[in-house]
Every structure is written in C-alpha cells, then in structure tokens.
Nanobody, 116 residues
Framework: QVQLVESGGGSVQPGGSLRLSCSAS????????MGWHRQAPGKERELVAD???????NYADSVKGRFTISRDIPKNTWSLQMNSLKPEDTAIYYC??????????WGQGTQVTVSS
C-alpha cells in the first residue's frame, strides 16, 4: 500500500506564500502522474496542478502564474509552491499520485488558510 504524506500547510495573509510537499512511500518512478487537488467548504474537490512522469505540468486557470508544481525524484516527493495567495485559495489541499497500474493514491490533506 502506497502512503502519501503532505506537509507545509498553514495560515498566511493575502499576498503571502506557502510551499506544500508530498512524500511518497515508494519511488515516484512508479507514478505516471502526480498532482494536487483542493476542496473548499461547500465545494467539490478540484484539480490545482499536476505533473507527468515526463515532467509536463498542467495548472488550473485560477492558479496559473502563481503556483508551481515540481518533483524531487531522489527524495520521492513533489511540491506545490504557492505565491500571491488569495483568500479564495483557502481549502484543504490533497496530493495524489496515479501509478502505472492506474491506481490513484491520496494524501490525508493539509489545510491552507489565506486571511487577513
């Protein structure tokens, strides 16, 4: 069973930055793609960003130019650098990874709160 553990959430003022990290219990070479989703209160979970095993990244329109997804292969982690945060970015952020067998794994979630 693969475990994904997020870290780096917290509270920040508008315009601030946070960096989220997701640590996998096995090599990320076994994942076809890795990403981040978020879920705000009363809303559906939505894709924030993802990155393929080949390094191609994709972003939700709402975060383009502000968020950057990256991966550290030796450390079996992927990260989400979030800059210029807005109150509407407040949500629980979940990392996910889809392995070569097509199974998707999820982390437990980490809270991000953007408020003055």
């Amino acid at each position: 069973q693969v475990q994904l553990v997020e870290s780096g959430g917290g509270s920040v003022q508008p315009g601030g930055s946070l960096r989220l990290s997701c640590s996998a219990s096995r090599s990320i070479f076994s994942f076809n793609d890795m990403g981040w989703h978020r879920q705000a209160p009363g809303k559906e979970r939505e894709l924030v960003a993802d990155i393929t095993s080949g390094g191609r990244s994709n972003y939700a329109d709402s975060v383009k130019g502000r968020f950057t997804i990256s991966r550290d292969i030796p450390k079996n982690t992927w990260s989400l650098q979030m800059n210029s945060l807005k109150p509407e970015d407040t949500a629980i952020y979940y990392c996910n990874g889809r392995d070569i067998a097509g199974t998707t794994y999820w982390g437990q979630g980490t809270q991000v709160t953007v408020s003055s």
